[in-house]
């Protein structure tokens, strides 16, 4: 398994299972002399962790009940307070992990989660809850998407990335309010909408299933001139980045798979002299993207977050002998991913424009 | 520019502008031993060419009237018709390129094209078709392609991979007849959607615009076990080679988007006994992918494709020092890239398992 | 700082500086299955460990006095005793850094030491006992060599690798006997020469001065055809790994420099049928290595190791601001560094040959 | 074979065999705007060419009398006279080769030559002249070296790199003319050594042998800075670089194997105020490099390179099914290889340092 690095120059690789004894990560190429404010990327991790409010101040019962700190602890690259150029290696203990729950279904195979591929692959079953195809690997990744952050706040001083459910279970989001998201158990920007998908949800774990959402991401402050084509376009490399996040099955870009009914000259986004954001464009169907490389209008994509694959009705599958058989999943589990993916989305889209940012400075020698 | 190399292992490299001298790649990691056949290889290209035909047989008009022999020309890495472990180089010489064909619009940035990006980040511009930016760049996609196909063919005997256009501007296909694809000029299985389309383009084109379309991809035969969590998940990976095609804007696996909408116990593809097909699931909502790892199901994904930028209609934009004006694109264009992009996407594909193929020969040491 | 990163398939990424809170690094790309002997990792560790005893029982003054338990610590990757495929991430924790000793020093350049050179890339000084260019670096390496010896002994069954020093100070070693390595002080396979070089260590040391060694690397039980033409050469990787080694000044297989004074007919290795030791070849002025491919013979090279920087004797200097200036190094240092750098070697070369021998597999398909 | 790549941001990417149609590289990552002198990357290839003049302006005997133009076509990433920062692509056709030389060495392992270990690694034999193991395949190093050239000079105004000849079979310089390297058939840089060493060479002409060399490199102009900690340091990387050269077979840096017979004292560079060549140090022990980066001193490094393994004496060997046999090579064959060696090692440790300029740029962010 050699694909635990991404990225080129700002290069995270990270390790760690669900139920192990620690995930972790190391950021190389993070450049000397910027200021590390780890409370930042500790509030980063605050948002992904489970056991958050709902709207009303209630426990939140859409996402696992499993109780992890998810503290970040520091182990280089930092000193007084400054990166110093050196790799930032970082560790995320794991402090509450129960693989009592899953020892009686080591032998048979979950339905909708990676079990069976990782067995067909390795030939050896860490069977604690998933291993390293547990959502809970996207910690590290949340921690690396705040060494991110504030590199691009540090090149690009109007930097702004939010992320937003704006769809769960049929429901939709028709208003954007961006201080709503905070606000209720979600992320999402319309607090009405916001209101029915958490009643929508409380009714679908009532009966012991899951759902699945839409998740929008929005990226203000980019400059053009960020992808390097062909193979590593932006939008390419943003697709990667997104679909390498478990749940995740699907992105589209500005107009996206509305692209299909349009017209040419609907799709093309006129120019015109430069508008107060300091974009050129009178429409934005390009998604800020053009030819794989950022143009100046805000960056736009949507992914799907399928339904979480965990749920307690009984199913049918197979064990590892390939009988048929029954299974009923115990343990704690989330409803719906949607909300503890979206610092996550950041967090990778992030890396994704510090990496091409950092490679663009040798686009050009003057 | 260091974005022009795509796999790990089977490692492609290309280069050429669409009015240079010539386009040419190299293929470093392709196993030593195999048999080649060339006249394969330039049929996929042959797909690619424009200037085909309608299902009438009438020349179709919906792609550009550029013509191009495409002949792959090889120059390394074959030894008496066999692979012998070396890079494979190979060219495809441009010869019809028409450069003054845009010497008029060689201060203007193209509504929808990546002009204005290419020059944000260069500060140079080959005006010439776009450059490197040009679809025709992806000929050495298809060719590189076909050197995947023969190690897929070779690795998994049942591989079988076949992309089709599924919607043309809001018209969709209802049936699937694989026979049909290579009769009618979109590439669409279903020969009465198929119809409905080329009359569409028709009326599009008389109007100097231009449409979109999705295309999707079946792959069968590819056993469980190829993808590397966590990052270059096999769905991750399709999904950058997918993205990095130029007029690509959009990318959902097995349900896709749909998957917003589903509960987990409809989403979850229960299993069984190994039917006939060697897979072991009931369904395909997870569309052959689990984990970012082939699961043994078909693999099946959906992209789309914007509307052609080039249209003959007068268009708003603004010149390299910044002022507005209006521009009117001339030269041969398509009016739809569905039936051009199929071979491309059967091509990119086939990379990325070829590369997880060989990757996936050190996943363990019994 | 993005180099950090050794390996393509057996990838093996580190992290931490001398006085920092832990050293640590990630095994990415290591198979699944294999049984891991924590043990005889700790064991390589411990030769690479300070503070160790001369050839007549009492303490080695030839090294630093600092006192580290190198512990390592597994954080991920195996399960029950056995790799499991993913990413193997661990620690070794600083305990014993005296970042006291070198606070009188942050202002100056040591003569010697990467401290001007680091100051002029990142403008940025972890004046703390050299930071990361410290060797304190190389215990992760260590380590990671441990995990490659693993996979080379499952491999190669014959595998056997044994670096010992050859040279000190101008004492050379002239006999060859294995046993004799790990029962003196400077790690020599000739006992009279070990006794020679001692003496001579503990009379620089009594002068605060240090000294050179030449180290020699002999691999046994590779099989012919490892290594990847043509910039990844098994020789060509081996150098990179050697000269990576902070005091590494040079490497040469065979030969080496003598054959600059050689002709071709004496040079050549002349082939015969195979012998018992699986090599088909009369000689070895090769190294066991042509055309940048393991040959089947013993695979051999030496590096020159330079003398410690750290001297205690008054030196001429500059400090930070330009100005000239002198200095006299404190602390805890080594005199001689080859005995503590032979395991280094020895791990560095292991992880080149994993990783070529994992890359080997996908070199013909039959 | 994925071994054809080198470098990060600065990449080149080669192929073609000796006797195949055609050679080529790729080279990407090549920054726009540029100005590029295409025949003063020629004049290098001119260097590299087989059949130059003696010092008394005789033929050449002492290299192959093969007859090749070595003619570089430029194929894209270049408009207009500047690079555009897309991929440059060249081929140098092959049109002198005598693949009918080798039919009657085709079933049989030459000595000295990479014939077993490519046949062992791959299975099969292009047994024209070495294939891809052929020194030809340099020729597009030398040219990639050229494009990094013209970016060192762009980016070091005052980088200057000179390598020579300093030793032949026994004979060494002692003197440093540089205008004399060009003036005489071996590139060494005393006038009186090299007519010795040309003589020496004639003799071991005639007698059907072939002999060593040793090469310098200086390279001057090069700020602090350059290198990766801690697997890609500068000394790192150049010995990756000139070992992955066929017939290298060893390399130091500044006082190299000396270095083991030196004090700490004696081997420090001793600092003081920046003199006239920008260097802060004294002496220049270290070779211009600290801890793998470059301090500003001139780097000089030297490697030693074999005799050549092409001689017309009988030797003894063994045939594709293990039987011994003699072999007697005929064909066009150099004596030494130190002079047409001389722009490769220019060339890839350009290439190098290139790389590592580019990626410098990111080490901090003010």
Redo the contacts between chains.
């Keep these: 398994?050699?694909?635990?690095?991404?990225g080129?120059?700002?290069?995270v690789?990270?390790?760690?299972?669900s139920h192990?004894?620690?995930?972790?990560a190391?950021i190389?190429?993070f450049?000397?002399?910027?200021d590390i404010d780890i409370e930042k990327i500790q509030k980063d991790l605050d948002r992904r962790k489970p056991s958050q409010k709902t709207s009303d101040g209630s426990i939140n019962k859409s996402v696992t009940q499993r109780n992890e700190s998810d503290e970040i602890?520091?182990?280089?690259?930092i000193?007084e307070g400054?990166s110093?150029?050196?790799?930032?290696?970082f560790?995320i203990p794991n402090s509450d992990a129960h693989s009592n729950d899953y020892s009686d279904i080591a032998d048979k195979?979950r339905?909708?989660?990676?079990d069976?591929?990782?067995y067909?692959?390795?030939?050896?079953r860490?069977y604690r809850g998933g291993?390293?195809?547990s959502g809970r690997?996207t910690a590290c990744r949340v921690a690396a998407g705040g060494f991110a952050k504030i590199?691009l706040e540090?090149?690009f001083p109007q930097f702004e990335i939010t992320a937003s459910t704006i769809?769960?279970?049929?429901i939709k989001a028709e208003t954007f309010d961006k201080n709503e998201i905070e606000k209720n158990s979600l992320r999402c920007a319309d607090k009405i909408a916001a209101k029915k998908m958490e009643e929508r949800i409380e009714e679908?774990r009532s009966k012991g299933?899951?759902?699945?959402?839409?998740v929008e991401c929005k990226i203000k402050g980019i400059?053009?001139?960020?992808?390097?084509?062909?193979?590593?376009?932006l939008?390419?490399?943003?697709?990667?980045?997104?679909?390498?996040i478990?749940a995740i099955?699907?992105?589209?870009?500005?107009?996206?798979?509305e692209?299909?009914?349009?017209?040419?000259?609907?799709?093309?986004?006129?120019?015109?002299?430069?508008d107060k954001d300091g974009s050129?464009f009178?429409t934005n169907?390009?998604?800020g993207?053009?030819?794989?490389?950022?143009?100046?209008n805000e960056i736009i994509f949507r992914v799907?977050?399928?339904?979480?694959?965990?749920?307690s009705?009984l199913?049918?599958?197979?064990d590892k002998s390939?009988?048929?058989c029954t299974m009923q999943i115990k343990g704690r589990h989330d409803i719906c991913l949607a909300p503890r993916i979206v610092p996550v989305i950041e967090a990778m889209a992030s890396i994704v424009l510090a990496d091409l940012a950092?490679?663009?400075?040798?686009?050009?020698?003057?």
Aim: a neutral charge.
């Design positions: 398994m050699s694909g635990n690095t991404f080129k120059i700002f290069k690789t990270t390790f760690g299972e192990g004894k620690s995930l972790g190391v190389d190429g450049p000397a002399g910027l602890q520091i182990l280089s690259g000193f400054k110093t150029g050196c790799p930032i290696g560790i195979f339905p909708g989660h990676a069976y591929s990782f067909e692959k390795y030939s050896i860490d291993g390293r195809s690997e590199l540090k090149m769809a769960v279970a049929g679908i299933d899951s759902c699945g959402a839409i400059k053009a001139g960020l992808g390097e084509p062909v193979f590593d376009k939008d390419a490399l943003l697709a990667q980045a997104m679909l390498s478990g099955k699907g992105i589209e870009f500005g107009s996206g798979f692209s299909a009914e349009m017209l040419g000259s609907e799709w093309n986004d006129q120019m015109q002299k430069n050129f009178k169907h390009a998604g993207i053009l030819g794989g490389i950022s143009n100046g799907v977050v399928k339904p979480v694959p965990s749920i009705k199913q049918n599958t197979i390939g009988n048929e950092l490679q663009n400075l040798a686009s050009k020698i003057d």
